[in-house]
């Protein structure tokens, strides 16, 4: 589903934010990818999903070129930044359908899918407030709304359950469930270790703009634990 | 208290780090949008002390020069900072942070109002300096001692300015939370007290050609409620210290009160704006579809028709249109006259000149990319083209402007008598002008982003892509002005018409490939 390679990422300045990054997402898989502050983590997701322009390496997602395919890769793609800003401007409802018809979701669809999810969030009843009078809460589900409702191929979310209750969150990844299991891949950045050990089938760690390690989550930790793995290559653990 | 040099300096860079842009290397730093600012100012100045000096030195009343630059230093530095009281004071979003710290909210909320104090001193000063200089050039009396006493006065009647600014901004916030339709509320409120500038200015304009004969009359008015002027001048003037004395206190005075006020109750009036009440009870019925670009459009007139400050800063020239329409037509008469004994000088030119610099007020585009601010992923990870994203924000400038434009060609083509071909040319400089400034200013924006301001009033007033992508169109329009004025006899109306349609055509096809060319790369180079 995607499939990135030697990508590399140089920002103004010099600052060589990812250096050399080659991975796969199967399709229907949850990938997770770890990394402390500053690792490149964003950095990737950004450019994976074509809101951050790159020059070196290839980026394809379901077989379209994201730099010189970009709105067919954009059409099959979902992304949620760590902290989603929203038109505070707009009420729930008209986001959602300025978001149905930049995608081109039919009447009927997007009737269907805004009712299941802002139900399942319990969100319907403000849906004709302004985003503006939004908690955090509301705003983070409402932008997880918006990328569901478009049943995209490739799921990309930066820290999804930051500001998320914990009903909310176990709905996300029932959610997530749902996608995987009709053909879509999620591929997303967490610090919240137990999470990626639970739900994520394979999951990538990078430091300092390099991948360091990845493979099938069971695999990759063994007998231990993703928390003593990541620490044990951040060189974090001491005797 | 100790903390208050450090939060004063924290919210005066807050204030200057908005008009500046955070690329290196096509930095245009605070300290250029407030030599922006003053440069404005000194010209504002300038224009208005000369054409009124000369006749007031006819009548020997040139002490009325400082009185009225003095009120019209207070009127500029209202509306230059009349936003920023609403952003900065009232609605500043590091609000949750400061209240967090060991500061005390009196101390905070002096720190931010004399960030405005010192932000509105810069258009004080270079309006009262000018007119000091022009007032001594026409041996205004007082002597050497008018400028550092204009100087120091200038430190109290600041206060002015700022107080207003306090008080409306307070007024616009309170609105903005309190109402259903907020932002048509704080528009209304907004256009209302647009009306009254207005007004001022057309009173002031008015006056200017008969202001030696009608000096008595005005020194009347402001021996009332204006006597804080009288005050200034005649202790400016006069060398009379207990009036600048009285002037400094009746400035200061109620300026601590209001302050005071505010300071006192400043963590409650936050805490009361700035709480939001969501409805619960929405249904979800049947929903309209449309394409991207309506999609685009619709979002972009929402964003524009929400956001009080922004149809303030670029409507002003939309409503000056038809209103020099409907004047014209109310002096369709005087105009007929004055071209008879000007021996049937068009002023089609002109016309044109006075609808193009309305038009470069209306810079839509100049704010469209900022204010995307930190939603801009949305747009940047959705499957439209670039093109398109930038070709809907030009046309929603030009869709606004078309109705008021129009109006105001119909009306003052009608009014003017114009021949058929000069109906013609000028709907067709016009248009042309207005498919010139509206890619232009989204050009300047993508060169000069601002995506990182605390709220939306700081970009579209004091971003320098606002500032430049209204002033810079400007020059044209004095070039446009300094041709008719030397060069009608040699061109003609039709001539010069023409010549604006070749320059104007010229210039819109330049932004629009411009635009066509560098636009996608500047829009992706945003992420960097």
């Not at chain 2, 256009?191 to 009608?214: D, E, H, I, K, P």
């Not at chain 2, 071909?421 to 002008?433: G, H, I």
Request: with cysteine.
């Amino acid at each position: 589903m995607l499939k990135i390679e030697h990508f590399s990422k140089t920002y103004p300045g010099g600052n060589r934010a990812v250096d050399d990054l080659s991975l796969h997402v199967a399709p229907g898989e949850i990938f997770g990818f770890i990394g402390h502050n500053g690792a490149g983590k964003t950095t990737t997701l950004r450019a994976v999903s074509g809101v951050m322009d790159f020059t070196e390496g290839t980026i394809t997602i379901d077989g379209h070129n994201v730099r010189t395919d970009a709105l067919a890769a954009k059409k099959v793609t979902a992304f949620l930044p760590d902290n989603p800003d929203l038109y505070d401007f707009l009420t729930g409802i008209q986001f959602l359908n300025f978001i149905a018809d930049l995608y081109e979701i039919s009447g009927d669809a997007r009737h269907t899918l805004i009712g299941k999810y802002a139900d399942a969030f319990q969100l319907t009843g403000s849906l004709g407030s302004p985003i503006g009078s939004y908690s955090h809460g509301m705003k983070q589900k409402l932008a997880l709304i918006s990328a569901l409702i478009r049943q995209p191929k490739l799921l990309i979310l930066d820290e999804p359950f930051v500001g998320l209750d914990p009903s909310a969150a176990h709905l996300l990844k029932q959610f997530w469930a749902e996608l995987c299991a009709a053909g879509s891949s999620v591929f997303f950045s967490t610090h919240v270790l137990e999470v990626a050990e639970k739900l994520c089938h394979r999951v990538a760690i990078i430091k300092g703009g390099k991948l360091i390690r990845m493979g099938v989550t069971s695999e990759l930790v063994g007998d231990s634990t993703l928390e003593d793995v990541f620490l044990e290559l951040e060189g974090d653990v001491h005797g | 208290m100790a903390n208050f040099p450090a939060l004063l300096w924290l919210n005066f860079r807050a204030l200057l780090s908005t008009m500046r842009v955070g690329r290196k290397k096509r930095s245009f730093s605070g300290i250029g949008a407030l030599a922006l600012l003053a440069g404005l100012s000194v010209y504002i100045s300038g224009v208005y002390s000369s054409m009124l000096a000369g006749q007031l030195a006819a009548v020997g009343a040139l002490p009325l020069l400082l009185i009225l630059m003095s009120l019209v230093a207070v009127i500029l530095g209202f509306f230059f900072s009349l936003f920023a009281a609403q952003g900065v004071v009232f609605g500043a979003k590091d609000n949750d942070l400061m209240l967090s710290l060991p500061i005390s909210p009196f101390v905070l909320m002096l720190s931010r109002t004399l960030a405005l104090y010192l932000e509105n001193l810069v258009s004080t000063v270079f309006v009262l300096l000018p007119a000091g200089v022009i007032y001594l050039w026409h041996g205004g009396p007082g002597g050497w001692t008018v400028l550092p006493l204009l100087l120091v006065s200038a430190l109290f009647l600041n206060l002015l300015p700022t107080l207003l600014t306090l008080i409306v901004g307070f007024v616009l916030a309170w609105l903005s939370g309190r109402f259903p339709r907020k932002a048509l509320a704080s528009t209304l409120f907004q256009l209302l007290l647009l009306g009254l500038l207005l007004a001022g200015s057309f009173w002031l304009s008015s006056s200017m050609g008969n202001v030696g004969t009608a000096a008595p009359a005005i020194l009347t008015f402001f021996q009332g409620w204006g006597r804080p002027f009288l005050m200034l001048a005649n202790g400016v003037s006069g060398g009379d210290l207990l009036q600048l004395l009285a002037l400094w206190a009746l400035c200061l005075i109620p300026f601590l009160a209001v302050v005071w006020l505010f300071a006192w109750q400043y963590k409650s009036i936050i805490t009361r704006l700035s709480t939001h009440r969501t409805r619960s009870d929405y249904k979800l019925g049947r929903l309209s579809t449309g394409s991207q670009r309506g999609a685009l459009l619709r979002k972009e007139a929402r964003r524009w028709f929400g956001t009080p400050s922004y149809v303030f800063n670029t409507g002003i020239g939309l409503l000056l249109l038809p209103g020099a329409g409907v004047a014209a037509l109310i002096y369709r008469d005087s105009i007929a006259q004055f071209q008879m004994l000007t021996g049937g000088m068009s002023l089609a030119p002109l016309v044109l000149v006075g609808i193009a610099f309305c038009l470069s007020t209306v810079a839509i585009t100049g704010s469209s990319i900022s204010l995307e601010g930190k939603q801009l992923w949305l747009l940047q990870c959705a499957p439209v083209p670039v093109t398109t994203i930038l070709r809907i924000k030009v046309v929603f400038q030009l869709l606004v402007i078309l109705p008021f434009l129009v109006a105001s060609w119909f009306m003052l083509s009608l009014a003017f008598a114009f021949s058929p071909l000069e109906w013609v040319l000028l709907l067709a400089d016009s248009l042309l002008f207005a498919l010139t400034c509206a890619p232009f200013g989204l050009w300047i924006n993508l060169h000069f982003p601002k995506l990182d301001a605390v709220n939306d009033v700081i970009v579209v007033k004091q971003s320098a892509a606002a500032m430049l992508s209204t002033f810079l169109p400007m020059v044209l329009v004095l070039i446009f002005f300094l041709l008719w004025v030397f060069a009608q006899d040699l061109l003609g109306s039709l001539g010069l018409l023409l010549i604006y349609t070749i320059v104007l055509a010229a210039f819109a096809l330049l932004f629009h490939l411009l635009l066509l060319r560098q636009g996608e790369r500047l829009f992706h180079q945003l992420s960097d």
